[in-house]
T-cell receptor, first 116, second 111 residues
Framework: GESVGLHLPTLSVQEGDNSIINCAYSNSASDYFIWYKQESGKGPQFIIDIRSNMDKRQGQRVTVLLNKTVKHLSLQIAATQPGDSAVYFCAENVNAGGTSYGKLTFGQGTILTVHP | EPEVTQTPSHQVTQMGQEVILRCVPISNHLYFYWYRQILGQKVEFLVSFYNNEISEKSEIFDDQFSVERPDGSNFTLKIRSTKLEDSAMYFC?????????FGQGTRLTVV
């Protein structure tokens, strides 16, 4: 039969550990990046964003790093909690004249499982 | 906190039937979008809408799809003649300028 879906990368950590989720993006013209968290049966939830003129941005317990040279994005979650368990997607956007804001190309996602 | 709301949460329809998925974007947002997610796969862009017209659409958004903003608050996605492969989660999103905020989705099941 047909495969149901993608085989997502997984990351399992213990509660309290730091987590690092990686993403390789595809379009060198992308200038805006967002990390989303998706819990089962719910829509993507905004975590943090970064523009291409920055290489690091920090939020509450989260840090996003951007390496444009190798087209790589990472999300670091400090002191990971069981409530952080979800699928994490990176998304990229090319702002072509201001009308394409929100036209996001999503990565395949990473399943984060946090064990108590 | 303002949020994007979608109705219904789950819609079951017979193949060939028309469905309308409804969304109420965040009130001061100017850009509206539909995305879909087939079970177990990544989220895919369908269409963006700005200033009462489609600003961009993907290859998925063919002639069977249409969007409308019938009044000042609702944003709808119509699928004219549903196919089995249209079964997916459909997410509405809106943005003021940058970050797109997503609704909880409508699960469409075509039987």
């Amino acid at each position: 039969g047909e495969s149901v879906g993608l085989h997502l990368p997984t990351l399992s950590v213990q509660e309290g550990d730091n987590s690092i989720i990686n993403c390789a993006y595809s379009n060198s013209a992308s200038d805006y990046f967002i990390w989303y968290k998706q819990e089962s049966g719910k829509g993507p939830q905004f975590i943090i964003d970064i523009r291409s003129n920055m290489d690091k941005r920090q939020g509450q317990r989260v840090t996003v790093l951007l390496n444009k040279t190798v087209k790589h994005l990472s999300l670091q979650i400090a002191a990971t909690q069981p409530g952080d368990s979800a699928v994490y997607f990176c998304a990229e956007n090319v702002n072509a004249g201001g009308t394409s804001y929100g036209k996001l190309t999503f990565g395949q996602g990473t399943i984060l499982t946090v064990h108590p | 906190e303002p949020e994007v709301t979608q109705t219904p949460s789950h819609q079951v329809t017979q193949m060939g039937q028309e469905v309308i998925l409804r969304c109420v974007p965040i009130s001061n947002h100017l850009y509206f979008y539909w995305y879909r997610q087939i079970l177990g796969q990544k989220v895919e862009f369908l269409v963006s809408f700005y200033n009462n017209e489609i600003s961009e659409k993907s290859e998925i958004f063919d002639d069977q799809f249409s969007v409308e903003r019938p009044d000042g608050s609702n944003f709808t996605l119509k699928i004219r003649s549903t196919k089995l492969e249209d079964s997916a989660m459909y997410f509405c999103a809106s943005s003021e300028w940058g970050v797109a905020f997503f609704g909880q989705g409508t699960r469409l099941t075509v039987v």
